[in-house]
Structures are given as structure tokens and as C-alpha cells.
């Protein structure tokens, strides 16, 4: 049964009980009696209608719409364990047990830890034949076993029992709510996922287990261990049951653009300075750097010979100028207007545009794919990112994936704009959690009424920093403005 429809019908049932004990307990006087019988025969009309509707369930549903949501199984709460234990000695016991939870020969299953995991443990589970994983949750981790698995090894690292999750374990709330975005419902009778799986599963075996159970494969990055799925309505929970599914949630929207005498404020011009003093002459030269962003207009003399558009993303005007913009306070040499001169005019841009009004999860689209293969390709060791979804924004695949890029390549450095969407509890529009998260301020330091704050919903607190977002100039249409102010966190992030 649906844990809200079940704390609807408490919610329901509580007070009438009480408002019955008053009807028909007690002793009262004739005034009041004729009152209170009809009082009574109202609340029973009204609890027999809702339970007649299917609004308060007893027992089993009554109608077809509680079918899915049963399917998924009831969510563990704060506290438990995401899924059903099950002793080590039992699991390795009964081998139907690992079957269901292998996939390309490996079997995928969560260990429970009682305690923090710790270095020696590590080394015994590497010795027991364990591949660990990520964290889930609760002192759970994901673990993979290939093979033979040392009984005695796991119990000496002091692992005791695996977890069993079930789809409801692995699933955002709003695919078990089936509140779904559009982005999620592209297709009649279909959903689009974002799933998590292991890292550097076969993709030939993916396709296999996802198209055996009537879904799609539409894009798959082995070294993030993230798919985009498209699967029947009706197969969600089946699908999300399976060993290579770690997390699903549904496909994001497309993400919003964060745009709305800088140098000096942030001592730019001092650290880039050649003159003595505390001059650093740090102008960016030799740095390269990936910029994520809608669109992007070349030609401009500022950016000349210094960037390059591997991706030229969306024709809106609007979203070429916000690309163009963040590219030269970024990078911009000063040459045709000196004060708009950027905070790293030395350095190496490599420009991705990343938003085309299109279903996010297209590879040329995704930022994360495409970050990915930049680094790999390109060497890129900052990226910069002035876009995001609308708040609130919880710890989902996206963040995930994100962190999971500076994990394999330490050298990365991620700077995101925080968004602005004004002070309040998780306003921020990306909460990963190896990243820059950048606010606004005006030119006298103070942070700007619209930036985005936390805490997010974990408690993390937002921005790490603020810069100067307010009537930031930064390069234009060359064949027009050539250059234009702009508000917003977008033009405060690219100078942190």
C-alpha cells in the first residue's frame, strides 16, 4: 500500500474515532442529542464513500492504479537497511540467491558494514575476492564478486551480511510516485531513465538485459557507469529490480541558463600583474580549459586563436551571447575594450555547447559524457559551468557523475555557478559534492538578493564562494554589441 494514501487514511481515521467517542459516549444532555446522532451518521456517510472511492485502502487495493506502486515495494526509512539481509554463510549457500543478482558474470549485491569501513577492511575484502564500490547508504556498499569468495576472509574483515535491495531501494521517489517530468515522458507508455550501473560493464551485455526486458538502451558511458533507459511504463519496477541497476531516477529537463569593474575586485589584475610587488603574472597561459554553455558566436578579436568550438551547441541568439559572455570574462584579452579584459586572458578554451532545447540526455548534449572525453582528449583541468536544473536540487545521478569525473582524474576541477533563485533552504541548482559552487555579489562584496544559498538537503552549505556577478562585461556578437554587461551567477562563476 502507498506509504502517503496510508497516512492519509490515519490521518482520516484518528479524529473521527474521536469525534465518534464524543457522539455516541458518554452522557449528554437532550439539547445536544438529535446534534450529534446526525453528527455521527455524517462522519460514517463520509468514511464509507472515501473507503467506497479506493481513498482509504483496507487490505487489498481496490482499483489498478495502487498496482505499480505496490510493485515497488515499500522505501526503507531513515535508519533501516535498504533491502533484506541475509547472513554471509546463507547467501553463499544458496546460489539461487547470487543468481539473481548477477550480471556479466558478476554478482552485485550490498554489503552492510557495521561500522565505518576501514583500510584493513579494504584489504581483506580485496583478499575474500570483493571489488567494493561506491557507498550507498546506512554502512552499505556496492561490491561486485567474480568467482570463488573466501568465507573466512569476509568475516575477518568483519562483514557479516549482504543487502538485498529491492526497486523501491534504488528508485528517485518520483519514479515510485510516477511523478514524472516531460523530459521523463517523451514517448506514450514509456519512460526515459538516467540509471547508474557498475562501472565499465560490457555495453553488449547491457543492451542485452535492458532490451530482454521490452526497454532501449539509448546511450551508455561505460567509465561513468551511466545509461539513459527508455523502458515500458507498465516494466518500471521489473526494470529498476535488476542486478545492473545501482540507481534510477527520471530523465532531468533540459538545464536553464544562471545569467541575469570585476578585476579589480577579485585582484586579478594584481595576480595577473608583471610588476614586482605582489605581482604573480598568472594570465592562464599553458591552461586548459572546458567551458559548458548554450551556444557561442566566433570571431571575436578578444577570444581569436584561443578557443576552440567542439561543440557549437544551440543558434538562439540569446544562449550564443550567454556562451560568448562567460567565454570572454573567462578568457577575454582586453584587446578592444581593456576593462573588459577577462581573469585568465592566456588561456586555452575548449567550447562545448551543451544545451539545444533538445533531450538533455543526447551524448552531444550531456555535460558529463562530453566532460569526460574532454579531459581524456583534450587535457582540460577546469571547467566551467553557468547553467542548471530548477531547485530544489537533491544528490541525484547528475551530481553523481560529476564527482565520479574527478575520482578518476583528480587533476579536474569543477566551477558552477549556484544559480539565482534568491536565499532559502536548497536553492542551488548542482549539489555535487566535488565542486566549486559559486554565488554573486555586488561590487561592494555583498552577496546579491537573487544568488542561490543552502543548505542543501544533505546540510552541505552553499556557495563555497561568491565573485562579482553584477554588470559584468564580457564579449559579445562581434558583428554587433562586441561587448555587453550581464547579472546573474553565470558571469560570477567563470572569475572564480
Known sequence: MHYQTCVFRELVWFPTFIVLLFVFGGAMTSTFRGFRWWLGSCCLVLLAGLEAAGQLPVGQPRNERSQPILAWGRPARRGELPGQAVAIADFLARPELAQAQTVAGSCHVLLHLPQPLSLAQQQ??????????????????????????????????????????????????????????????????????????????????????????????????????????????????????????????????????????????????????TLGGLARNLTGQGVKIGVWDGGYFPGHLDLANRVEVVRPGSPNTAWMQHGTRVTGIMAGSGTRLPFARGIAPEAQVFFHGNISGQSVLLPANYAPYTMFEAVERQGIVITQNSYGPLPPTPYGNAARALDQIVNLHPQVFHTHAAGNYGSGFNSVVNVAKNLLAVGNADINGQIYFQSSRGPAMDGRLFPHVVATGVGVFGTDNPATFVYSPGTGTSFACPQA
Not at 523530459?183 to 506514450?188: G, I, K, N, Y
Not at 551485455?205 to 527508455?230: D, M, N, P, S, W
Not at 535488476?242 to 589584475?269: G, I, M, Y
Request: hydrophobic share 45%.
Open 124 to 273: 581483506a575484502l580485496a583478499q575474500a575476492g570483493v571489488t567494493l564500490g561506491e557507498y550507498f547508504r546506512e554502512n552499505c556498499w556496492w561490491a561486485q564478486m567474480a568467482g570463488q569468495v573466501n568465507l573466512a576472509a569476509l568475516r575477518q574483515a568483519n562483514l557479516h551480511q549482504v543487502v538485498l535491495p529491492g526497486p523501491g531501494h534504488k528508485a528517485s521517489p518520483l519514479l515510485v510516485a510516477n511523478n514524472l517530468p516531460a523530459s521523463a515522458r517523451t514517448v506514450p507508455g514509456q519512460v526515459d531513465m538516467l540509471v547508474v550501473t557498475p562501472i565499465q560493464l560490457p555495453e553488449n551485455q547491457l543492451h542485452k538485459e535492458i532490451t530482454q526486458r521490452g526497454g532501449e538502451l539509448r546511450f551508455y558511458h561505460a567509465g561513468l557507469g551511466l545509461a539513459h533507459v527508455r523502458a515500458p511504463e507498465a516494466q518500471l519496477a521489473q526494470v529498476v529490480a535488476s542486478p545492473w541497476v545501482r540507481w534510477a531516477e527520471p530523465l532531468p529537463p533540459d538545464p536553464e541558463l544562471q545569467d541575469e569593474p570585476s578585476r579589480q575586485a577579485h585582484q586579478a589584475n594584481v595576480l595577473g600583474g
